[in-house]
């Protein structure tokens, strides 16, 4: 169950996104976006929908053999609702929100350190694998920003030499050896905590574990990068697969880079500023950001929305039943 605050921030993001489109359609030609609107069918849709859906699933399925690495076994259904519940509140930055699923898991004796760590992994490797996925814009984009591949050198170099740091236990020591140093309790407190998470998602960093993590997150965010680009077909400007797959990453980790929760307005102006620089109507670089995250973000908030409702109901009859 969401609270009052959680409650709060969900709304005013969603009046944040409703202002933020409604602007730009409203201060664009009207008309021609909501033609390009119209030519996604409902079976268009459907498949659209489903292609996010399974990206929840396989993230899922990730999730799950992570939490199972710590020896927890949760009743599968259950742990899938708690999962999607997360996603109620992925418009938070970072999707630090998400962790609401340590709430959800406690009962089950898993660690907040544990939750925390399989969260932390997650985040490590869908950064690991939309970088992936933007460094195709060495090869497809024919006017080659280097604003943008600054951000991806830079990216990679970090990413370089944090997976193999992580993999051992070197930062481990280093923070036990500023905790010996350092007298302050609130300060020394927090390192643990952070010490504590790393000794944890050290055991989801080893070379079979990282592997099928990063295999699971490629064929997830596929899916996602698909999205966007059977909108772009759709709507009559039908680019090559690998050129929308660098756009969508790029739009995506740009997003995440801002710190403005769930990227609204920052992932859109992004993708919509790319679109341009191939020659894109304008029409169509707001119409289409603006349906992919439709497609893939807020699709998953309504899913989560939706999870955290069955949940409440779930445990309201389960109390009624103690009753």
Known sequence: MLTKQQQRALSLSILI????????IVSSDTDKILNAVKQITITDWIVILLCSFLNY??????????????????????????????????????????????????????????S??????????????????????????PDLNKSYAYFIISLLVVLLIALPLLSTALPQSFLQFIINKIKHHKISSILTHLQSLLRSAHNLLTAKMLSRGLAIGLIAWLLNG???????????????LPLALTIYAISILAGAASFIPGGIGATEAVMALML????????????????????????????GLLANAYLSVNNSQKTQTEK
């Not at 609401?100 to 350190?113: C, F, T």
């Not at 698909?226 to 090559?240: M, N, R, T």
């Open 17 to 24: 996104a409703a202002g933020f489109y409604l602007f730009f």
């Open 57 to 114: 699933l396989l993230r899922f399925v990730r999730w799950n053999s992570y939490i199972r690495s710590f020896e927890h076994v949760i009743p599968l259904k259950r742990h899938f609702a708690y999962y999607l519940a997360g996603l109620a509140l992925t418009t938070t930055p970072a999707k630090a929100g998400e962790t609401i699923r340590s709430v959800y898991l406690q009962p089950y004796q898993v660690k907040i350190s544990e």
């Open 116 to 141: 925390l760590a399989c969260f932390f992994t997650e985040r490590l490797l869908d950064v690991t694998v939309m970088v992936f996925l933007a460094s195709f814009l060495f090869f497809t984009f």
């Open 226 to 240: 698909f999205v966007f680009y059977l909108i772009l077909v759709k709507v009559g400007f039908p680019v090559a």
């Open 276 to 303: 341009l620089s191939i020659n894109s109507e304008p029409h169509i670089a707001i119409a289409v950001p603006i349906m992919t995250r439709l497609a893939t973000l807020w699709f998953a908030v309504c899913i």
